[in-house]
């Protein structure tokens, strides 16, 4: 049986953890309307993008290197996970559903398929399922830092074009969903649909004043296609913290509930506890005193 100097220290470390709990949940839901705002950032400047493609596709430019498929279906792929715990089964579940949709490319190929995986906790998961990343790298720690490392990201996957003949860009992250979830989501980055540049080609310019531009119009297609593949994979990152700190917020959210229970739970215990050591102070005094009148 437990003392009441035992009982009051695990109340006290009970009410520590509840403390850290409140201000990590506090922190993950600060986080998530961040990451929400960058998105919505990154949805309006995507619009514009796709008004410009709109208009520079009119004049056919060439979308072979970008657009054109082979047979080869050589598959490069970057999964995004998390680098602290307490996110509950993200990185499995994000792990698992890009194991589902590689598995059928890396059937009959000797090399391992070109990897990256952002988020040290992830790489474990691909590890268990016979992918090994080529690359494992930290997430950045603040939206302002995401910058830098899509570029470093996008440097690596044109090598992985020029070098290793890669046809198919797969990104693998979590995207949240509201209640505080999230689901796995697949971005196929390259090649880019086909229907989609032909619905860009057909859109109607929304303004009377129609733009125009100088330079080459195979450049000014390139360059687009480089603010395309930027806005995917900076997506990606801020959809898969933003989801990162969802996961948290419902693991911590079950924990303050659970904390809460076994906070009654002691509390009542030691009440009781306490009521028995006082119930039994008395008796000894009612007894010394009897037994002190029998003397007299």
């Not at 590689?102 to 059937?107: D, L, Q, T």
Request: some cysteine; overall charge negative; hydrophobic content about 40%.
């Amino acid at each position: 049986m437990q003392t009441l100097n035992s009982l009051k220290r695990r109340i006290d470390s009970t009410e520590d953890l509840q403390s850290v709990v409140r201000t990590m949940k506090s922190l993950a839901a600060v986080n998530i309307r961040r990451y929400e705002k960058a998105v919505d950032s990154l949805l309006q400047y995507a619009r514009t993008l796709d008004m410009a493609f709109g208009i520079v596709l009119q004049y056919n430019p060439d979308t072979r290197t970008y657009a054109g498929r082979s047979s080869r279906e050589r598959v490069g792929a970057v999964v995004f996970g998390s680098d602290q715990g307490m996110c509950g089964s993200l990185n499995e579940q994000v792990v698992d559903h890009a194991v589902n949709i590689i598995s059928p490319y890396k059937k009959g190929r000797k090399n391992n398929i070109p990897l990256i995986c952002s988020g040290v906790r992830a790489s474990t998961h691909l590890a268990d399922a016979g992918l090994t990343p080529r690359q494992i790298r930290e997430l950045p720690g603040s939206i302002k830092t995401i910058g830098s490392h899509v570029g470093r990201i996008l440097v690596t996957i044109e090598q992985w074009l020029e070098q290793e003949h890669v046809d198919h860009v797969m990104l693998f992250h979590a995207r949240p969903e509201s209640h505080a979830g999230y689901t796995p989501h697949t971005v196929y980055l390259l090649p880019m649909d086909a229907q989609w540049i032909e619905r860009r080609r057909k859109q109607k310019w929304e303004s009377r004043t129609l733009p125009f531009f100088t330079m080459d119009v195979n450049t000014l297609f390139s360059d687009l296609v480089r603010e395309y593949l930027y806005i995917g994979v900076h997506r990606a990152f801020v959809e898969s913290m933003a989801a990162e700190n969802a996961a948290r917020l419902a693991a911590m959210q079950g924990a303050e509930k659970n904390i809460e229970e076994l906070m009654d739970d002691l509390t009542t215990e030691y009440h009781q506890l306490r009521q028995m050591s006082i119930t039994e102070e008395l008796l000894d005094i009612v007894s010394g005193f009897e037994a002190l009148e029998q003397e007299i």
